[in-house]
């Protein structure tokens, strides 16, 4: 897979994250749980690294972190000086979750504030060096987690997944209005789980029904990024902490999500701008 083109990384020079080293940060959000969000940070992630940028991936699910899972990942982060974590990396991609922290089979039974004061942590007390890009797999909903992030990390955008059908899309739009009312901008819509090809017919059974993420994104004049299929091979990679972008590069699947990336990527540069967190206004 070709590198990013040189004339789109020397624009890439936002210090907006407010991270040391961190040039941009970017949110995967879904409305609600079960759409393939995690797995889409995951593969989304390794789609930067696998354009030639300086990739990393925050966990900021709290009380279900996939991230040390999806990448094959086990063990604590070595603490370095000054009261810093180091993050674990696998893939080219620099990881941090909670799940390094806690055991395994651990219930969260978290308030709020140290919900918020998890999250702040791993943003400013790990070491992640230089980062072109640092993609945050937030959990699902519209709660602390995510205006924790758009007051603590300034975000160059958010990316919606949701998978195609009526219910999944009625809590994505919970999702896109928290973030205009934030004022982070929507760098687009994927539609996960957007239909299963049989391996043996090769007929495309459309499971969840078909192209609604598609309609919501050109209603509302969000960018459309691509759908994602129902594949074997995306859950079995997943679940073997071999994501498909990092162990078949040249599949059909992989090459969708580096093209997502790649269109994530032209955004950011050209209408990414430094700005002051937010005020979150409780009306």
């Known amino acids: 897979m070709s590198a990013v083109p040189p004339d789109l990384r020397a624009r890439a020079t936002s210090k907006a994250s407010g991270i040391p080293g961190v040039k941009h940060v970017v949110a995967v959000a879904s409305g609600k749980g079960g759409v393939g969000k995690s797995t889409t940070s995951c593969n989304l992630a390794l789609g930067f690294a696998a354009m030639g940028l300086k990739a990393g991936i925050l966990d900021a699910d709290i009380y279900g972190p996939s991230q040390p899972k999806l990448f094959g990942l086990r063990g604590k982060p070595r603490q370095i000086g000054g009261g810093m974590l180091e993050p674990m990396e696998r893939f080219g991609v620099k990881v941090?979750?909670?799940?390094?922290?806690?055991?395994?089979?651990?219930?969260?039974?978290?308030?709020?504030?140290?919900?918020?004061?998890?999250?702040?942590?791993?943003?400013?007390?790990?070491?992640?060096?230089?980062?072109?890009?640092?993609?945050?797999?937030?959990?699902?909903?519209?709660?602390?987690?995510?205006?924790?992030?758009?007051?603590?990390?300034?975000?160059?955008?958010?990316?919606?997944?949701?998978?195609?059908?009526?219910?999944?899309?009625?809590?994505?739009?919970?999702?896109?209005?928290?973030?205009?009312?934030?004022?982070?901008?929507?760098?687009?819509?994927?539609?996960?789980?957007?239909?299963?090809?049989?391996?043996?017919?090769?007929?495309?059974?459309?499971?969840?029904?078909?192209?609604?993420?598609?309609?919501?994104?050109?209603?509302?004049?969000?960018?459309?990024?691509?759908?994602?299929?129902?594949?074997?091979?995306?859950?079995?990679?997943?679940?073997?902490?071999?994501?498909?972008?990092?162990?078949?590069?040249?599949?059909?699947?992989?090459?969708?999500?580096?093209?997502?990336?790649?269109?994530?990527w032209s955004a950011i540069v050209s209408g990414a701008a430094s700005r002051p967190p937010p005020r979150i206004v409780i009306e």
């Open 96 to 264: 941090m979750s909670i799940g390094f922290l806690v055991e395994e089979d651990l219930a969260m039974i978290w308030r709020g504030a140290m919900v918020i004061q998890a999250i702040t942590q791993m943003l400013h007390q790990v070491a992640w060096g230089e980062l072109d890009i640092l993609v945050v797999d937030l959990p699902p909903g519209t709660g602390d987690a995510q205006l924790t992030m758009a007051q603590q990390a300034p975000l160059a955008g958010a990316l919606i997944v949701s998978t195609p059908q009526d219910l999944a899309l009625i809590d994505a739009r919970r999702a896109i209005a928290m973030f205009d009312k934030v004022k982070i901008p929507i760098l687009g819509l994927i539609e996960n789980m957007s239909g299963f090809c049989c391996p043996a017919c090769n007929q495309v059974t459309p499971i969840f029904g078909h192209g609604g993420a598609r309609h919501e994104a050109e209603t509302r004049g969000i960018p459309w990024l691509g759908g994602i299929p129902l594949d074997i091979g995306i859950r079995a990679t997943s679940d073997e902490g071999r994501p498909i972008v990092a162990i078949e590069p040249d599949s059909a699947h992989a090459i969708r999500y580096v093209g997502i990336a790649r269109g994530i």
